[in-house]
Every structure is written in C-alpha cells, then in structure tokens.
C-alpha cells in the first residue's frame, strides 16, 4: 500500500495518463462488446423470423402454432426473455419487412 501512496505523490501525472490509457480500454471493449451482442441479437430475431415465416406459409400453420412455440419455449428455457408470442410475431415482421427490401 505504501508504493502506491508514493506513487501518487511523486508521479500524479504518471497516475492520472495510466488511469485514462486503461479507462479508455475498458470503454471501448465495452462499447465493441454491446455492438456485437446487438449484432447477434438482431441476426437471431432475423432468423427466429424467417423460420416462423416460412413455415407459416408452406406448413399453413395456424395462429395458434406461435402461441404454443412461446408456451413451449417458456417451459423449455425458464427466465428467457423475448420469447412471448408477440415478440415471435415481430420477429416475423422483421425478417418480412426485410425481404421487402432485398
């Protein structure tokens, strides 16, 4: 504990140009971190989407086939989030709306 002590002392600027370099690191791998968890995400919901869309329309499935996928998942993987029945439906519309453009 003393050598830290002394080195605030004696070398604050030394101090102060360490905590930005490594300050600004963290913030940056943070930032990259979210970036590719918000990338992931979006590509699983685009998938999600294009699997219940595609099966809508070659399978007939019915609109009760998304309440009983969100039901299921619900039980399959307690505590996950984004799997209720509206959120599989947007998932849809997501991918969807993408084709539209493609």
Known sequence: MDNEIEIKEEHPAE??????????????????AAKGINQEQLALYYGIGRFISV???KRNWGA???DGISERLKAELPGLRGGGTSNLKNMRA?????????
């Open 94 to 102: 997501f991918y969807e709306a993408g084709e539209e453009y493609a």
């Open 64 to 66: 009760g086939i998304i």
């Open 55 to 57: 099966n809508t329309r």
């Open 15 to 32: 101090l102060s140009d360490a905590v930005s370099v490594i300050k600004t690191a963290i913030l940056q791998s943070q930032a990259r």
